[in-house]
């Protein structure tokens, strides 16, 4: 099949990674699919990552890192990648969390298949050492703009995107949920995402406290439907409530 001749970009971001960022590392090199760029750029990490990563970039030459001179946070790390990289596909994974082998050939195989240009799949979760847990998320068929503005659903470990029929892009500057900005300024254009429901990717939860960090999530996604998308209040409200309802679902 044709897509097998595609270069896939590779887009991860890292700040203080060193603890995990070789294991994300890896399950790149173990991908079936041999055609990809790993572009890994490095948000001025105090930890030992940058060292970590140089060595990692002399042992395989499609390994690309770059050291920002200033913290940007993920948004801009990202779009440095996106400016470098030079694949047609685009696919994301953060430097904590995992793909499985067949990633890349599954999904690929998919978009070529049904013509698809936006993906993600279904992903389960993991400890921070690493240990599966029963927990999952698993991917409906599809997701529109409107989908997504009330299920937000889409894991970015999860995503690859066609830039020869998207177009290119970059993530909006906010210091966090810039990927589902993203994915609504790509679904406002008249694209559709496609949900495969293999699991293909880990997702790793970190040390930080659950309660927080749901609190953190919800402000930053009413911060994207008022500022970002510019939904009126009411609008927002509705949005906002199908969104919690179901952010409570996937944690059930």
């Not at 490095?42 to 200033?70: M, Q, V, Y």
């Not at 989908?147 to 690859?160: E, P």
């Not at 970190?206 to 999530?217: A, E, F, T, V």
Request: aromatic share 12%; charged share 25%.
């Amino acid at each position: 099949m044709s897509f097998l001749k595609e270069l896939v970009s590779v887009i991860m971001p890292s700040y203080n990674s060193k603890d995990y960022i070789s294991f994300s590392i890896e399950s790149v090199l173990k991908q079936t699919y041999p055609n990809w760029e790993l572009i890994i750029v490095d948000d001025c990490s105090t930890d030992g990552t940058p060292d970590l990563l140089a060595e990692w970039a002399k042992a395989d030459e499609r390994i690309h890192f770059i050291n920002r001179k200033e913290n940007g946070g993920a948004a801009m790390a990202r779009n440095t990648a996106l400016d470098y990289s030079s694949g047609r596909y685009i696919a994301f994974l953060d430097s904590d969390d995992k793909w499985k082998p067949n990633k890349l050939e599954l999904q690929l195989r998919f978009m070529e298949e049904n013509n698809y240009a936006f993906t993600f799949t279904s992903y389960e979760y993991i400890t921070k050492d690493g240990e599966q847990l029963e927990k999952q998320v698993h991917a409906p068929r599809i997701i529109s703009y409107q989908d997504m503005l009330k299920n937000t659903i889409v894991g970015c470990l999860t995503v690859i995107v066609d830039r020869s029929i998207i177009g290119s892009f970059h993530m909006p500057n906010i210091r966090t949920r810039q990927d589902l900005a993203t994915w609504l300024s790509i679904l406002k254009k008249g694209h559709n995402a496609y949900g495969m429901k293999e699991i293909l990717a880990e997702y790793r939860i970190g040390n930080d406290s659950i309660s927080n960090n749901k609190w953190k999530s919800a402000q930053k996604t009413w911060f994207v439907y008022r500022e970002i998308e510019r939904l009126n209040l009411a609008k927002a409200a509705w949005c906002f409530s199908h969104y919690a309802y179901h952010a409570i679902r996937k944690r059930i």
